[in-house]
């Protein structure tokens, strides 16, 4: 059984002491793929070496908007510099959040337009990290086209969830489903069409709820996707191929 994991930030020092043990059980585990998305232009060199070093581990760069002071307008060329020299899979993890007190909103929407525009520009899909901003997300999306995506850790309506996948992304879920008083969430994963659904980790954050207070891991997605698929009555490996399949389609992977 193939089970991808489309948000994994294994490349941070929260894995450091044993990177390698992590990696390995979980693809004992079934889980054979894990892209790998950048938070700051300073975690790029190290992010794309460490996926290089490891079959199965893919890199996406970005400027993330909850680090919105760490970033410089410099960062942008460098973007685009790396990226035609590294080709990731992905410009991310990038977006909107307002939920974050202080946020600088007009910094944020700059920076995610001009990694909206690289991402044009190299024809590559968007990791996208939002939260309370779905439908200004959304505009931009609908002015700014790119070739689809992810929606990380989807947590909007039903209704903005179909904008999203009629603008060509996949939504993600992960630990969060598997917490029983995430009605809303569980009731959403339920609604929409295999087809939508890509699973994640979010590692080192967002545990599940038998991991609550750990550190999140990639060995983990097995135990989300099991949830998942007995919240949605399907068949694990069966909804194991189809996300799968889902991944590999939205990054431009073809038959891996």
Known sequence: MEIFDTHCHIDLPAFDADREAVISHARELGVTHMVVPAIVARGWKRLVSICNEHPGLLPALGLHPMFTSEHIDADITALAETVEHTRPVAIGEIGLDYFIDGADRKRQQTLLEAQLDLARQFDLPVILHVR???????????????????????????????????????????????????????RLACELPAEALVLETDAPDMPGAAHRGQRNSPEYLPEYLHVLAQLRNEDPETLARQTSANAREVFGLGSL
């Open 132 to 186: 309370k901003a779905h439908d200004n997300m959304l505009a931009t999306l609908r002015r700014l086209r790119v070739c689809g995506g992810t929606a990380h850790a989807f947590s909007g309506s039903l209704q903005q969830a179909q904008q999203y996948i009629d603008l060509g992304f996949r939504l993600g879920f992960g630990g969060m489903i598997t917490h029983e008083r995430a009605t809303r969430l569980r």
